[in-house]
RNA sequence: CGGGAUGUGGUGUAAUGGCAGCACGCGUGCUUUGGGAGCAUGCAGCCCGAGUUCGAAUCUCGGCAUCCCGACCA
């Protein structure tokens, strides 16, 4: 892509109305756009980053066996009735259609649509496990929305249900997706200080597990245990005490930010909605069911408050909106050029800063701002040994490489 | 929802009862170009509504909006 079609730019000052780190890097970068407290635009370079981490949860949750689907953020009041939640589930939108008296929610999670969903196909034992996913929009009516995409009423989810004939079975499968998760928080950079976080699991089972990301923004308090790699949520650090696997009550408090949690829901919507399937004798079994949600723009969020510096953003390979950040500067623009046009032809993902009126320093700042992993400048300097010069995000080293292997070099880098 | 704070061009700010100014940005021209350029010139603003006053961006009241703390958070 090139700059100089991108109808966003970045700004030198953050706006006055958002202190948090994410959102004033978001909004200086020109990935996002704020339309009310907690609700955001996605800008181009921001949306490139959703997609990304959509694309990696999507490969994980099909190696668990995960079935994408995509449910409605549009759902019927009957549905919240059935589970008591149209009137106990605090932040849910409720809304009255202008021309019927005919009540709607906007989805703040699915269990009231995808437990009849699966009710209506799912009828035997046979059929069971079965675990289906979307990343969708969710809606939540939030007391505060604070701190940007960190806690918004409207946000992006990847949520994944599944279904079992026995608890055995819901074990082993939330193991499957606790192992899971920490692939996807390890990929994107964020596994050496994400804890699997003990939290109440309600009165349906012991514990539910968080993935908990030490942050000083973080909002949530964990006591972790560094020798386990756990930690234990504020919520039940008094009837816990020590680590919930090695016992010890050496454990270090530390801000956090929730990027998941996965829960056992066992029964409590298959009861509601009367959902069972019948074993070899003809039995009738509720179904047993767990819920596992990653926050996709939460995520993003999260990645950028622990990964930036002092000069903007900072991505990770894996969910960066582009993997190099290429320019031209005096006397290199026609060759800078030529280098664009050879990593389109490749499929490289490349930004090409192409602005013909943009000085040399303000290119330089806006490459540190975006936070793409490889830049690439070529000038009149670099041109002289017949070279461009590499430097990663973040790192001080530049290595000069031969402008005939750049492009085929990126492709070992990427 | 309780408490606190703040609303001035697109963004960041100054003026605190008396001519709305600066910087960035944007437009035009020229010169520039390895860390958010220079000169010239132009465009663009007091959140909304009442009130006090000769006069309100400034004081008062009401509303709206945003941020922060708290409560809440599958």
Redesign the pocket.
Known sequence: MRYSQLFT????????????LNAKLFI?AGFIH?E???VYSILPLGLRVIRKIEGLLRKEMIALGGQEILMPALQPKANWEQTGRWKSY??LFRFESFYSKVEYALG??HEEIVTPLLKRFVSSYKELPRSVFQIQT?F?D??????GLM?SREFI?K?LYSFHLTQEDLERYYERVKESYERIFDAVGIGGITYVTFASGGTFSQYSHEFQTIAPSG??IIFLCEKCRVAVNKEIIQEQKGCPECQSTELKERKAV?VG?I?KLKTTYSKAFEFSTKDEKGKAHEVIMG?Y?I?VTRLMATVAEVLSDE?GLRWPSSIAPFQVHLMG??G?KSEAEKLYREFETQGTEVFYDDR???????K??????MGIPYRI??????LKTGAV?L?KRGEEK?ELIKIQDTVHNLKAHT
């Open positions: 730019k970045t700004q030198k000052e953050a706006p006055r109305d958002e202190e948090s200086r704020k009310m407290a907690g605090d932040s703040p999670t969710k939540r939030e007391k505060r929305a604070k701190a806690r989810m949520d909002e949530d929730e949690n829960f819920c949600g926050g000069k500067l005096i290199g013909e009126d943009a000085t040399s320093g303000e330089l700042v806006d490459a540190d701002l400048v070529v000038s009149e300097k670099t010069e430097k530049v």
